[in-house]
């Protein structure tokens, strides 16, 4: 019943912009957490950021802070993932995903299984 559908991947050089979009349905994204997970080959999947509390709230990884930005649009029920100043090591298949009754912090870090709904990704590739 409820589907996440990423866009916006691509190819770009070091220092390039994207903007990826995550169009929901089945779920309002304002409801709970929404967020953003990215993973490298050989790498484990990295909580990168999440928004919540109708928007009023973020988290975002540290490799990212400052350069990513995650927004809400309730109108088109639709979760975004600006990225600037990116890097070779943000190259990565990207996920959305949604959490019912919050995300999961520990230690920092974003936890892939307090998601309750996955996409199926978008490839993010940065040229060095």
């Known amino acids: 019943q409820v589907l996440l559908v990423e866009s916006g991947g691509g190819s770009v050089q070091t220092g390039g912009s994207l903007r990826l979009s995550c169009a929901v349905s089945?779920?309002?994204?304002?409801?709970?957490?929404m967020a953003w997970f990215r993973q490298a080959p050989g790498k484990e999947r990295e909580g990168v950021a999440a928004i919540y509390n109708r928007g009023g709230g973020t988290y975002y990884a540290d490799s990212v802070k400052g350069r990513f930005t995650i927004s809400l649009d309730n109108a088109k029920n639709t979760v975004y993932l600006r990225m600037n100043s990116l890097k070779p090591e943000d190259t990565a298949m990207y996920y959305c995903a949604a959490a019912d009754e919050g995300c999961t912090v520990v230690g920092g870090y974003m936890k892939h299984y307090g998601m309750d709904y996955w996409g199926k990704g978008t490839l993010v590739t940065i040229s060095s």
């Open positions: 089945g779920y309002t994204v304002s409801s709970s957490c």
